[in-house]
């Protein structure tokens, strides 16, 4: 069996891991209807028993006892991750898979990238090699960030780099959110250029996506 690890990045990012992590919650409970934890689902979440002091440990078959996110949840300003916790899905993810910061990279690629960086590096850096311990095999880290945002174009991209050195066996897949003509933050464009570069060095695959079309389908 492989595993996937989803890193989501920004305001942007974390609302679309959000919808991700429910509707392969909610497409994974209409197939498999015994609430067996199999390879599909072992794919994206480990099964955990909450019973066992000290947050559970892996259940690697049998019932689904309690499913956590392969994901780490990273955003420079609390808003967005506060609210997923509080939601529905708040028992999909805990404090161990968290990063955030009250300030926020101000829609700055510079930011986002060499200041937040440098600062939050290690602490990144235990969080992503704490998940793919949890795996057995660990085929590819998969980014979602928007290019406009400073924290998703700018800490997004940096962690690309972080991954490559630390990781250089794993496939990096990157979800790329970019700013729509109508965008009003006038760092939109330059924030999206700089980001491309990083993209372009150091990701496997990427996805790009037009947030007007994100913003018409959810409409």
């Known amino acids: 069996m492989t595993q996937s690890v989803v890193v989501q990045v920004g305001q942007c990012g974390n609302q679309i891991g959000c919808c991700f992590w429910d509707l392969a919650l909610r497409e994974h409970a209409a197939v498999n209807q015994k609430g067996i934890y199999d390879e599909a689902i072992s794919s994206f979440f480990r099964n955990v028993d909450t019973r066992v002091v000290g947050g559970g440990g892996s259940i690697s078959k049998g019932k689904i006892r309690s499913l956590k996110a392969r994901a780490v949840l990273i955003d ?37 990238h060499k200041v937040f960086g440098s600062l939050y590096q290690e602490q990144i850096l235990e969080k992503l090699r704490k998940s793919a311990e949890h795996c057995d095999c660990l085929q590819c880290f998969f980014i979602i960030h928007s290019m406009g945002g400073g924290t998703g174009s700018g800490l997004g991209t940096f962690l690309l780099k972080v991954l490559e050195d630390e990781f250089p066996e794993v496939y990096r897949f990157v979800t790329s959110v970019y700013p729509s003509g109508e965008d009003d933050v006038i760092t939109s464009p330059y924030n999206s250029i700089l980001a491309m570069k990083e993209l372009n060095e150091h990701a496997d695959c990427v996805l790009p996506i037009d947030n007007q079309l994100i913003c018409v389908h959810s409409s």
Do not use: C
């Not at 997923?84 to 101000?106: A, H």
């Open 76 to 112: 420079m300003e609390e808003g967005v991750v506060n609210e997923i916790l509080q939601g529905p899905l708040r028992d999909v993810f805990d404090s161990k898979q968290l990063i955030t910061d009250i300030s926020g990279s101000g829609n700055n690629w510079a930011v986002g």
